[in-house]
Every structure is written in C-alpha cells, then in structure tokens.
C-alpha cells in the first residue's frame, strides 16, 4: 500500500468532516449525514479496488 492512498483518505475525511460540520450549524442535518454518508461510499470503493489489487498479486505470486 501506498502512503499517497492514505493521504488520499485522510483528505477525504477532513474535507467530509468539514463539509457536515458546515452544513449541520446551517440547520442542513439531511444535508450532512448524506455528505458523510457519500464521503464514507468514497472511502469503501477505494478501499474494495486496492482489496482487489492485493489478491491479484497474491494470486500471481502463488501461480493460481
């Protein structure tokens, strides 16, 4: 894993918290829990295609 995906994630939940934080002092709580809800979507998608990429090497060093 590369530490620029970590930083990747990171900026998403700093930009997320930022985000819903904003929009829960407006009065917009709807708002904001989709907002963390998508922010939260972002991170499992990345999260499934580098899950993705480790059993493909896996299965290329072990030859199955």
């Known amino acids: 894993m590369n530490v620029d995906f970590v930083f990747k994630i990171a ?8 985000l819903s934080l904003v929009l829960s002092r407006s ?3 709807e708002q904001a829990m ?4 998508a922010g ?3 991170v499992l998608l990345m999260l ?3 899950i ?3 059993f493909n090497t896996i299965e290329t060093l072990f030859g199955f």
């Open 34 to 37: 989709m907002t963390t809800l």
């Open 48 to 50: 499934v295609q580098e």
């Open 40 to 42: 939260l979507i972002v």
């Open 27 to 29: 009065g917009r709580e």
């Open 11 to 18: 900026a998403i939940g700093i930009i997320v918290a930022v």
């Open 52 to 54: 993705a990429n480790l």
